[in-house]
């Protein structure tokens, strides 16, 4: 399974981007048996655990994005998304995401720039 992030951009704080995951070759059941993450890392930096989702989409999040984060899934189409509001400095990174497991092909990522 080979794992695709798209949507990332240059945004003023304050903005919004939807971060799109598709996890290409996954089968239905595969996918939807998934917890799936969205990571970020920044420069100079350790890759962080940001927000997750399970099989019955329940939600969790690092405690800097909740309230602006919001993780979601379309297991018909293999995708994850994590809208994000009132984008500060701080959530400048490359953002990737993965099941748990972690064992699918890790994406090139995408990146989010939100200038200070």
């Known amino acids: 399974v080979r794992l695709v992030e798209s949507g990332g951009g240059l945004v003023q704080a304050g903005g919004s981007l939807r971060l799109s995951c598709k996890a290409s070759?996954?089968?239905?059941?595969?996918?939807?048996?998934?917890?799936m993450d969205w990571y970020r890392q920044a420069p100079g930096k350790q890759r962080e655990l940001v927000a997750s989702i399970t099989t019955d989409r329940s939600t969790e999040y690092v405690n800097s994005v909740t309230g602006r984060f919001t993780i979601s899934r379309d297991n018909s189409k293999r995708m994850a998304y994590l809208s994000m509001n009132n984008l500060k400095p701080e959530d400048t990174a490359v953002y990737f995401c993965n099941r748990r497991r972690s064992d699918w092909t890790w994406g090139p990522g995408t990146q989010v720039t939100v200038p200070s």
């Open positions: 070759g996954a089968i239905l059941s595969d996918f939807s048996g998934s917890v």
